[in-house]
């Protein structure tokens, strides 16, 4: 009876070692992710790209949803950039983080400076990267822009689509 009783304690510690390793590695993985911030932050140094997305269906994706949609998670899943990390307030819409990934940590002056890119384009580039951009793929579009669960759905084709959210910039 002794061996069992052993047995049985060991395996809840082992059990409960590996939530406690499970549970630190999901608070790692939460305490990396970057913050949403906006796309008017974005807006101060891409202006260009900033007027041609407002005039996009993508700036008032949210609009479109009825107030049943706008309900369902399903629906604004695709319809909205994410939440601001400060005060949890919903970016509605399809904005410039949807597509380039939240941009707490890259949108640094350290990382986005037009003279320090210039100097060193792959460098900034990576820099950047690393701190979260994203450089839209056609797997980027294709996370919203796909028939499955999407009653509205429209075909999309990649190639043509490119370019057509804002001018392209380096």
Request: glycine letters at 6%; one cysteine or more.
């Amino acid at each position: 009876m002794r061996k069992v009783t052993t047995i049985i304690f060991l395996m809840l510690a082992l059990f409960a070692f590996a939530a406690l390793l499970m549970a630190e590695e999901a608070a790692k993985e939460e305490k990396a992710a970057h913050d949403y911030v906006g796309s008017a932050k974005c807006k101060m140094c891409h202006k260009a790209e900033f007027t041609a997305w407002e005039a996009t269906p993508h700036a008032k994706a949210f609009d479109v949803l009825s107030d049943e949609e706008k309900a369902k998670p399903e629906c604004v899943s695709c319809h909205i950039t994410g939440t601001l990390a400060k005060d949890g307030s919903t970016i509605e819409g399809v904005g410039c983080e949807a597509c380039h990934g939240p941009g707490g940590d890259y949108k640094s002056p350290k990382i986005m400076s037009k003279k320090k890119w210039a100097a060193d384009p792959d460098t900034y580039k990576q820099m950047a990267i690393d701190a979260g951009l994203v450089y839209p793929t056609e797997e980027t579009c294709v996370r919203c822009h796909k028939k499955e669960g999407n009653a509205n759905f429209k075909e999309f084709n990649f190639e043509e689509m490119k370019g057509k959210v804002h001018p392209v910039s380096e």
